[in-house]
């Protein structure tokens, strides 16, 4: 049973997140980047830097999602 489904915003094609983080001949990619199993299109994972407040509030950086060349 899958734990995380996901949807590729290309294609919409709906599959687990462990197809996404595989390339198309089977090899593993790297941390952050995802690849949909059916169209091939990638993206990366970035994170901004943290805010540090005076008050000693940390604010996460705001996520990004980047499209990047695909990998086979």
């Known amino acids: 049973m899958p734990w995380m489904l996901i ?3 290309h294609c919409a094609h709906t599959a687990d997140i462990n197809a996404f983080c595989s390339t ?3 090899g593993k990619l790297p941390k952050d980047i995802y690849q949909c199993p059916a ?4 993206i ?3 994170m901004a830097p943290a805010t540090i407040h005076p008050s000693g509030w940390v604010e996460p950086g705001k996520i990004t999602l980047e499209p990047i060349a695909a990998r086979l």
């Open 39 to 42: 169209c091939n299109c990638a």
């Open 44 to 46: 990366q994972r970035r």
């Open 7 to 9: 949807t590729c915003g």
């Open 24 to 26: 198309p001949i089977g």
